[in-house]
Nanobody, 124 residues
Framework: QVQLVESGGGLVQPGGSLRLSCAAS????????MNWVRQAPGKGLEWVSW????????LYSDSVEGRFTISRDNAKNLLYLQMNNLKPEDTGVYYC?????????????????WGQGTQVTVSS
């Protein structure tokens, strides 16, 4: 079955960097666009970034544009999110999501697959 496993989260000071990874299995990864979605404490889900199936085109939310970079390695079935100049408002759980469109899918949308999430905390 489809499996997405995120890693790389942690505690970092404002201005610092983290790189998140997502290991994909159970489907033809190279055929699928991928997203990163996050949820801040007490808030709803927020779309962060999207990348096409071959890794040539990416989209970002206004809140992370210029600071975050999404990438993928189709040979290794891996998705990445390089996060630089982190801010306290970037704190939250980050999810790797297989979904065609650059947006947050409904949680019960059968066309989407979610990882379990990885916690990112930006604090001094």
């Amino acid at each position: 079955q489809v499996q997405l496993v995120e890693s790389g989260g942690g505690l970092v000071q404002p201005g610092g960097s983290l790189r998140l990874s997502c290991a994909a299995s159970g489907f033809t990864y190279s055929d699928n666009p991928m997203n990163w979605v996050r949820q801040a404490p007490g808030k709803g889900l927020e779309w962060v970034s999207w990348i096409d199936s071959v890794g040539t085109f990416a989209l970002y939310s206004d809140s992370v544009e210029g600071r975050f970079t999404i990438s993928r390695d189709n040979a290794k079935n891996l998705l990445y999110l390089q996060m630089n100049n982190l801010k306290p408002e970037d704190t939250g759980v980050y999810y790797c999501v297989r979904f065609l469109s650059p947006r947050v899918p409904a949680r019960d949308d059968g066309r989407a697959s979610w990882g379990q999430g990885t916690q990112v905390t930006v604090s001094s």
